[in-house]
C-alpha cells in the first residue's frame, strides 16, 4: 500500500523560509502528477502546487512567485521551498497524487507567525 511522509514543517517568521519534503512508498510515485495541499483551521483543503512526471509545475495564484515545488522520482521525494512565508500560509501541508488517490498522510505543520 502506498504512503507518503510528509516533513520539515516548524514555526517560522513572516518573511522566512520552509523547505518541505514528501517521501513516498511503492512505485506510484513516478507514474503520477504530484501535488501539494494545505488545509489551514476552519478552512477545506487546497491545492497550492502540483508537478507532472517530467518536472512541469503549477502553483496557486497565493503562492506564485514564492514557492517552488520539485521531484526526485530516483528517490521517490517531492520537495516544496517555501520563500517570504505569510501568516496565511499557515496550515498543515500535505502532499499526494493529482488527483489524489491515495489516503492521506499526517502532514506537516506550518505555522508562520512572529
Known amino acids: 500500500q502506498v504512503q507518503f511522509v510528509e516533513s520539515g514543517g516548524g514555526l517560522v517568521q513572516p518573511g522566512g523560509s520552509l523547505r518541505l519534503s514528501c517521501a513516498a512508498s511503492g512505485s506510484i510515485f513516478s507514474f503520477r502528477a504530484m501535488g501539494w495541499y494545505r488545509q489551514a483551521p476552519g478552512k477545506q483543503r487546497e491545492l497550492v502546487a502540483n508537478v507532472a512526471i517530467g518536472g512541469s509545475a503549477n502553483y496557486a495564484d497565493s503562492v506564485k512567485g514564492r514557492f517552488t515545488i520539485s521531484r526526485d522520482n530516483a528517490k521517490n521525494t517531492m520537495y516544496l521551498q517555501m520563500n517570504s512565508l505569510k501568516p496565511e500560509d499557515t496550515a498543515v501541508y500535505y502532499c499526494?497524487?493529482?488527483?489524489?488517490?491515495?489516503?492521506w498522510g499526517q502532514g506537516t505543520q506550518v505555522t508562520v507567525s512572529s
Open positions: 499526494n497524487t493529482l488527483p489524489r488517490i491515495v489516503d
